[in-house]
């Protein structure tokens, strides 16, 4: 089982931009990975994945803003996140693709606002 730990969120003005990381204490290397969100009164949505090193596939509503990479050598994900929009307000989580209910962590909030 293994256990995510999200970080980076934050407070950023729209057209801001952010970092996300996820990290884990298990090896992510054989997993495809991906980074959800969940914004208030919504269901939880996959709006990034990523395949070994580099295919990667984005929700419409991000594509061209986001980009998701791995380090599988540090166990780590990221989510780099530009031109911020209101829409992006949510906590963000980092699981497998497609996720395991055993492995969701807390999530690191994210609040896009003027």
């Known amino acids: 089982q293994v256990q995510f730990v999200e970080s980076g969120g934050g407070l950023v003005q729209p057209g801001g931009s952010l970092r996300l990381s996820c990290t884990t204490s298990g090896s992510i290397s054989a997993y495809t990975m991906g980074w959800y969100r969940q914004a208030p009164g919504k269901q939880r949505e996959l709006v990034a994945s990523i395949i070994y090193a580099s295919n990667t596939n984005y929700v419409d509503s991000v594509k061209g803003r986001f980009a998701i990479s791995r380090d599988n050598a540090k166990n780590t994900m990221y989510l780099q996140m530009n031109s911020l929009k209101s829409d992006d307000t949510a906590v963000y989580y980092c699981?497998?693709?497609?996720?395991?209910?055993?492995?969701w962590g807390q999530g690191t909030q994210v609040t896009v606002s003027s």
């Open positions: 699981n497998t693709a497609p996720p395991s209910i055993h492995n």
